[in-house]
């Protein structure tokens, strides 16, 4: 995740390791939207 930080700033990268590990333990498709967030 470091290289994350790096690109994208510490807040968005560790909003979106919360979100990864959120969507690993719940079948909402939280992943996904961070992916769309984060490719626009």
Do not use: K, N, T
Not at 4 to 29: K, N, Q, T
Request: proline share 2%; no cysteine; glycine share 4%.
């Amino acid at each position: 995740a470091a290289f994350l930080s790096a690109l994208v700033g510490s807040d968005v990268a560790s909003a979106a390791a919360h979100a990864a590990v959120a969507a690993i333990y719940d079948d909402r498709p939280y992943s996904q939207g961070i992916e769309a967030s984060l490719l626009q």
